[in-house]
């Protein structure tokens, strides 16, 4: 299969002083497809020439992208997203848990679970790094429904053994026994890993999270997911859980939970001592703007933490953010660094939500671009979908500008096709 259109993917991250070799646009290009992976990309006249019989799908004006990659996202959130008025601690209580309660119920997480995949892969996202809740039916709802996708699904059961409703906790060995049962069936079953997610400290007693450090040793190849630093309250409350650590981020260190493989999600209000483990242990600090403003977390410290060395991905944190669009994340995102003097590059944008988030995740051989023998995960952009995108567009000399327009005024309505494994999806 061919696809027409503006191919454009990233190769490296970009330096916004000197673009040169961080992407590949071919204007007049296409995309060839064999059997769900990249065959290769070129210029549509050579891709014809080479290939005189397969099928072409024509979306000439349209920009042919990687999928994009949400590395934080809850999906029993789907019904919790714009609720009015609090803060993390009181959002949680008040909306999120009797919520995440109802997951109990397995058809009903299936229900939902059908409607958070349709809603991510509806807006280009085709690989998702989620939390599931803390009833293993729910994790295995999820991994049920996105295999019939064949999308990219790293997720897992929450542990949590305090701190919320009695209907919401596990203990620590039941929530290692379950994580153990789930990994064995689902990590690396098809385009499926599993991640350990200790849901944060607070809602975690120290046995819990030493069950879930242990899990960690027993399991190298699987992720590890959970929150830091989002709140101040938040901080404030798990330190006085765990008076004997350093900072919030030792906490998780102290339990054998922070290595390469590690997302923590927010990560905002940060010490040096704590950059400097990130740094040391190489974990990744993910990024969740339209959560943060929604929630009033705070600024995440972007500047900072690349000039440490420090790994940094992208995300909505659906339910706490707003918008499943990774393009309205960017924008968000853009938005937050502005109050701290920084103007992240929309190409430093673009390429943070497909190749960035890829090499966080140690997959960029999988996914992220268009190199050869990767997932055919690809996400068709119409730049100028609406009116104003329309008026904007008239005036743009470049692609960088065109990219920052499409970051300001586009969404989920800029998404034209979305193929998963080279079959479509929207
Ligand atoms: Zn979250």
Known sequence: MILRGRVLHFLKQPNPVNLEGSYEYIEEGAVVINEGRILEIGTYMDTRVKYPDLEVTDYSKNLIFPGFIDLHNHYPQVQVIASYGTQLLEWLQKYTFPEEAKFGDQSYAKLQAKKFIKLLLSNGTTTS???????????????????????????????????????????????????????????????????????????????????????????????????????????????????????????????????????????IHLSPDEISIFKDLEAIAVHCPTSNMFLGSGFFPLRNLINSGVKVGVATDVGG???????????????????????????????????????ALGLEKEIGSFRKGSFADLVILDTRGDLCSDIRMKTCTSLTEELFVLQTLGGNHSVKAVYVAGERSK
């Open 129 to 267: 790094v989620s939390f599931c809740s803390v009833h293993k039916d729910s994790v295995n709802s999820l991994f049920e429904e996105a295999s019939k996708h064949n999308m990219c699904m790293i997720a897992g059961k929450v542990m949590m053994d305090r701190n919320a409703p009695d209907n919401l906790l596990d203990d620590p060995l039941s929530s290692y026994q379950d994580t153990k049962e789930l990994i064995s069936k689902w990590h690396e079953n098809g385009r499926n890993y599993y991640a350990i997610s200790p849901r944060f400290a607070i809602t975690s007693s120290p046995e819990q999270l030493l069950q879930a450090g242990r899990l960690v040793a027993e399991h190298p190849t699987c992720y590890m997911q959970t929150h830091l630093g989002e709140n101040k309250e938040e901080i404030r409350y798990a330190m006085n859980l765990y008076p004997n650590s350093k900072n919030y981020l030792d906490i998780y260190r102290e339990a054998g939970l922070v290595g390469s493989k590690s997302l923590m999600g927010h990560s």
């Open 321 to 359: 953010g707003t918008s499943y669009s990774m393009i309205s994340t960017l924008d968000a995102a853009y938005k937050i660094q502005q109050f701290i003097d920084f103007s992240v590059h929309p190409m430093y944008a673009f390429y943070w939500a497909t190749l960035g988030n890829a090499k």
